[in-house]
Nanobody
Framework: QVQLVQSGGGLVQPGASLRISCEAS????????VGWFRQAPGKVRGFVAG????????LYEDSVKGRFTASRDNTKNTLVLEMSNLKPEDTAEYYC???????????????????WGQGTQVTVSS
């Protein structure tokens, strides 16, 4: 098992930048592919970004491509999502997640991930 603890988030104005992070503990971190998901009120939890086990592959949802940067550091057991040019549509609770995976694959479905952070709220409003 791996435990994921998130930090960051908050209330920002449109166009602002924000950094959220996730720290992993427990099992060896590098055996997991990781992802970021978000869920707004009344909407299904959806994929934001994913990274393969070594970080060799990165995948972004179209609406955040060019604005969000996801990274992982397996020596520090950390995940970081850097968000820029934030829009009101980005308002949601954000979750980091981990999935057992072979090789350098990435999963985009919520059901594929076994372990989840507690979530952190990102609100973009003027």
């Amino acid at each position: 098992q791996v435990q994921l603890v998130q930090s960051g988030g908050g209330l920002v104005q449109p166009g602002a930048s924000l950094r959220i992070s996730c720290e992993a503990s427990g099992d060896t971190f590098s055996q997991y592919a990781v992802g970021w998901f978000r869920q707004a009120p009344g909407k299904v939890r959806g994929f934001v970004a994913g990274l393969s086990r070594r970080g060799d592959k990165i995948l972004y949802e179209d609406s955040v491509k060019g604005r969000f940067t996801a990274s992982r550091d397996n020596t520090k057991n950390t995940l970081v999502l850097e968000m820029s040019n934030l829009k009101p549509e980005d308002t949601a609770e954000y979750y980091c997640a981990a999935a057992t995976m072979d090789g350098e694959a990435i999963a985009v479905l919520v059901s594929r991930y076994q372990y989840w952070g507690q979530g952190t709220q990102v609100t973009v409003s003027s």
